[in-house]
């Protein structure tokens, strides 16, 4: 929606008050949106919420929580839910949608049509109704490393796993792992998996139309054990299934780095130099390429993104959906260092590794993260999967064969 319609809806309302009384003035008036971001990453998400105060002077109140899941199962099964919610990388979408707790976007279809990549929005339609538009957003399927250590990096299977060896032969590690942060092995997953099999097989893997126990699943199984396998991993397979998320980044960017390679999405930069090694500079000691594999793999990527959904249907929580999905409401999220799926964001407005990501976002195929199509037990079962072939190579084919018992039901 257009900054003047949005002006034209919400003074059309003020018209309707009484005599006297403001569009928004008292709390309980406000519109309630929550979501996962606290801290720096809820200023952030303030600072967005700011342009839509000052363009509308509708007053909204943001609630973050570390439980947003929580908390929002609660408030739907007391009959009190927000007016809008942010959901991380879509957790718990298809639930409220099977509950019916959530209100069709199909109404702003063509402004959602004009702003994502057909990838986005498929992932957040459900049975013909679109649910969700994403708000920041990320590569998923991203290779991080150091140009000085590395060199030239490698960008493709064989040629990673022929660097890797030379690397094992002299005693040192090649990848570090997260495997500690469970979710992250699904990471692992998606970029191997894409990368070797491609989008239109890794959309049937997502959709049911291929199965987990798929020969496609086993190769993929079969590299990601030689990725966080005890040749290649800091720690061997233990030591990476126990490494958490900032430890591990840091065993590649930190002053005394003990591997060469990290798969993390492409916010493990902020990450890096944030909170690890503030020396990093962008493209001479740290830099990602997408994950390497095989021809069938590239152009395509696997995008996540943290979600808006609508649970009520109000004029006023329409026009902010509209603003959060519009290219206005998106470039917001650019001064504090996030990228955005929006295709009519101003590219101008990103630099260095940020400007990578949002050209790939704006520009490549993309797939669904498995957080977006997939029950969360199915996401919990192949985290588990993952997790035991890691452990036990020779073990894949029953892991496959015991997730796909859980994905048929």
């Known amino acids: 929606m257009k900054h003047t319609r949005l002006l034209f809806i919400f003074a059309a309302i003020a018209l309707l008050l009484p005599l006297g009384m403001t569009s928004v003035t008292a709390q309980s008036d406000a519109l309630q949106v929550m979501g ?22 509708i007053a909204i109140e943001y609630e973050g929580t570390d439980q947003i899941l929580a908390a929002l199962t609660t408030r739907v099964a007391a009959g009190s839910p927000p007016d809008l919610a942010i959901l991380p990388v879509a957790q718990g979408l298809k639930e409220l949608a099977a509950q019916g707790a959530l209100v069709s ?28 538009i994403p708000t920041r957003s990320n590569v998923q399927t991203v290779l991080w490393f150091n140009p000085e250590v590395v060199g030239e990096p ?10 890797c060896d030379a690397v094992a032969a002299e005693g040192n590690s090649c990848t570090a792992g997260l495997g500690q942060t469970s979710w992250t092995l699904t990471i692992l997953f998606s ?30 199984f079969s590299r990601i054990t030689t990725f966080y396998g005890d040749d290649y991993a800091a720690g061997g397979a233990v030591g990476a299934l126990g490494t958490g998320l900032v ?58 993104a943290d979600v808006a959904v609508m649970f009520n249907d109000s004029e006023a929580t329409t026009g902010l959906m509209s603003f959060l999905m519009s290219a206005e409401g998106q470039a917001l999220f650019a001064p504090s260092g996030y990228t955005v799926a929006n295709m009519h964001v101003d590219p101008s407005l990103y630099s260095g590794l ?18 977006s199509p997939l029950p969360n037990e199915v996401v919990n079962a192949l985290i588990e999967a993952v997790g035991a072939a890691i452990l036990d190579p020779d073990s894949i084919e029953s892991v496959l064969d015991d997730l796909q018992a859980v994905a048929s039901g």
């Open 105 to 132: 976007l199909n109404s702003m279809s063509d402004a959602i049509t004009e702003n994502f990549d057909a990838g986005w929005i498929d992932q957040f339609t459900i049975d013909g109704e679109i649910y969700a």
């Open 247 to 304: 430890d591990g980044i840091a065993l590649v960017f930190g002053t005394s780095p003990d591997a060469q390679f990290v798969n993390a999405g492409s916010w493990a930069g902020g990450i890096a130099i944030n909170a690890i090694n503030a020396d990093l500079i962008e493209g001479e000691t740290i830099d990602y390429i997408a994950f390497p594999g095989d021809e069938a793999g590239e152009g395509a990527i696997v995008a996540s």
């Open 36 to 57: 996962p971001w606290l801290a720096s990453e809820a200023d952030a998400f303030e600072a967005v919420l700011d342009g839509f105060r000052e363009s509308t002077g």
């Open 354 to 371: 940020t400007a990578r990501t949002a050209e790939l976002l704006a520009t490549s195929a993309i797939g669904p993260d498995v957080n």
């Open 154 to 163: 490698p960008t493709s299977w064989a040629a990673f796993t022929e660097h």
């Open 191 to 220: 970029s191997i998996y894409l990368s070797t099999h491609g989008l239109d097989m890794w959309n049937g893997l997502m959709s049911g139309d291929v199965p987990w126990n798929d020969a496609s699943v086993a190769e993929a």
